[in-house]
Nanobody, 120 residues
Framework: QVQLVESGGGLVQPGGSLRLSCAAS??????DFWAWHRRAPGKRREIV?????????NSIDSVKGRFTISRDNAKNTVYLQMNSLKLEDTAVYYC??????????????WGQGTQVTVSS
């Protein structure tokens, strides 16, 4: 089992920055894929950025150049640095840890979510 606790959300003006943190505990060594998802009001949940066990990262086009996902293995923490925030980035952001990403017995662990509100 893996437990995830997100933090760092809040209210920010357009153009501002926030850094989300996802602290993991438990059998973290089993995790080979991390991601941040978000769900905006009235919209479907979408993956925002991801990082693999070898450090490869990817993100959706709408946040490229603005958001950066990273990982601190010593702290078992994954981050999402969000710069140049836009109104449309307003959403609840969720951290996801995946055990056995390419395995039929894949398991997903979700955090509780943290609210990010971009407003003037």
């Amino acid at each position: 089992q893996v437990q995830l606790v997100e933090s760092g959300g809040g209210l920010v003006q357009p153009g501002g920055s926030l850094r989300l943190s996802c602290a993991a505990s438990g059998s973290v060594f089993r995790i080979d894929f991390w991601a941040w998802h978000r769900r905006a009001p009235g919209k479907r949940r979408e993956i925002v950025a991801a990082i693999t066990s070898d450090g490869s990262t990817n993100s959706i086009d709408s946040v490229k150049g603005r958001f950066t996902i990273s990982r601190d293995n010593a702290k078992n923490t994954v981050y999402l640095q969000m710069n140049s925030l836009k109104l449309e980035d307003t959403a609840v952001y969720y951290c996801v840890a995946v055990e056995g990403y390419s395995s039929p017995s894949r398991r997903n662990y979700w955090g509780q979510g943290t609210q990010v509100t971009v407003s003037s």
